[in-house]
């Protein structure tokens, strides 16, 4: 095993499928007879293996030495899950790359040009495993056409289709069903028009979006607060439609691969039933981690954290929708962790807003579109959990990393715009100190 600032890690690599090759590997790691607790964690969207790395090294340095603390008894290991993510940071949401201020009104008066388009087509179809495809390439055909052709559009949206994964596996999430089912022009005419706030809704609490194009000046918190959807036109609506797919692919691949972690989990568990499992996932890897905890072989977890995840802020809840339940209510209901689910969640978290204004706009109610607390599709990311009952929540704020928390078996959630400014500004001592203490609560 490898050694992370004093901790055995292991690497677990999982495929686009969630098999894991060296699944009997991780199970033996756990041989060492002295090994009480193992940290489970997941990337979310990157470029490449060595990124992933990069995030853990950089949050386990400072986590490391807040575990000496936890217990003097307990001896840590940690599981780095590597699986096939897609790199989806601001620039490749704006075309022409990151947008400033002084060029805000040229941007905004262009459409994305065909050729940046037609890069984005052959981005989505590398990750599905579909470049050089017919779909993919009928596409790239049609992009020159969507503005004068009803045809081309319908066209266009069906090859995009077929090259995504189907059926949607949480249709309520992002409104998926809708971007299957509805009508394809009526689909591409609702993504041309752009969203624009309501006047005096400060730019941070417009909901954390990944608006396309416009920069806006930089916040005392670090980055730029949001990005202004102010494109209009097919073009536009052909490069929105992509963000979404694209976020979509992720969505349903990080539930795959954390299908396959639970397997790897089970096993560990059956093998170790006296260690203590810790759930750690960052934006899309939350999502891996938490359909890990909500599989069919349970492993009981001992605690779950998620930083600036990338799934819906309705996943936990009850009847959220006046009739649904979220598509992880169960981890709650059935108490599937044994100890607290912390949720990291800030307004200065842009990437995560990504699919939900746009899934607005699938669902065909623009004015919603904001992603905060009261969008029927906002992200966890951004608001944390919502409509739970006082009994299965509690709301605070991330720490400095001398704070203090009083975690129990219940979600907490952490708002965190004091010590977060982006997507990937999770690891910190703030979020290692809230992550020390999450895996330092006794199961109650």
Request: net charge neutral.
């Amino acid at each position: 095993m490898e050694d992370l600032f004093g901790i055995p890690f292991l690497a677990l690599d999982m495929d686009a499928k969630g098999q894991a090759p060296e699944r009997a590997q991780a199970a033996a790691a756990l041989s060492l007879p002295e090994i009480t607790d193992l940290i489970v964690i997941s990337h979310g969207w990157n470029n490449d293996m060595a990124e992933a790395r990069q995030l853990y090294a950089a949050l386990f340095a400072n986590l490391a030495p807040m575990l000496t603390k936890v217990g003097s008894t307990r001896k840590f290991a940690a599981l780095g899950v590597l699986w096939p993510s897609k790199r989806f940071a601001e620039e490749d949401l704006i075309p022409g790359g990151k947008a400033t201020p002084a060029a805000t009104a040229a941007l905004a008066a262009q459409a994305p040009s065909s050729a940046e388009i037609a890069a984005k087509i052959d981005g989505l179809a590398t990750y599905v495993g579909k470049l050089g495809s017919d779909d993919a390439e009928r596409a790239k055909v049609l992009v020159t056409r969507l503005e004068d052709s009803r045809k081309a559009r319908k066209d266009f949206v069906s090859c995009i289709r077929a090259m995504l994964t189907q059926p949607p596996s949480d249709i309520r999430d992002d409104a998926s069903d809708r971007f299957f089912v509805g009508d394809a022009d009526r689909l591409m005419e609702g993504l041309s028009n752009p969203v624009t706030p309501p006047a005096g809704t400060p730019c941070g609490a417009a909901g954390g979006i990944a608006r396309i194009k416009e920069a806006v000046p930089t916040s005392g918190h670090g980055g730029a607060v949001s990005f202004s959807d102010v494109l209009t036109g097919m073009k536009a609506a052909a490069f929105r439609l992509l963000n979404y797919a694209t976020y979509y692919e992720m969505k349903e691949r990080a539930g795959t691969v954390g299908k396959g972690l639970n397997a790897v989990l089970a096993e560990i568990r059956r093998g170790h039933p006296q260690v203590a499992i810790h759930l750690v996932g960052h934006s899309f890897g939350a999502r891996v981690v938490t359909a890990a905890a909500d599989g069919p072989d349970a492993f009981r977890p001992r605690s779950l954290t998620l930083l600036q995840a990338a799934f819906s802020h309705n996943g936990f809840s009850a009847k959220f929708d006046g009739s649904h339940d979220g598509f992880f209510r169960k981890i709650v209901s059935d108490r599937k962790i044994d100890g607290p689910i912390v949720i990291t969640h800030t307004i200065y978290d842009k990437a995560v807003g990504v699919a939900y204004p746009l899934a607005s706009r699938l669902s065909g109610d623009n004015r919603s579109a904001f992603g905060d607390r009261d969008d029927p599709f906002g992200g966890l990311g951004r608001n944390g959990a919502v409509r739970l009952s006082e009994a299965e929540v509690a709301n605070g704020d991330l720490l400095p990393e001398t704070g203090r928390y009083a975690f129990d078996r219940k979600v907490h959630n952490l708002r965190a715009d004091a010590f977060i400014s982006d997507h990937s500004a999770v690891t910190g001592p703030e979020v290692a100190n809230a992550l020390a203490q999450a895996i330092g609560t006794s199961a109650a």
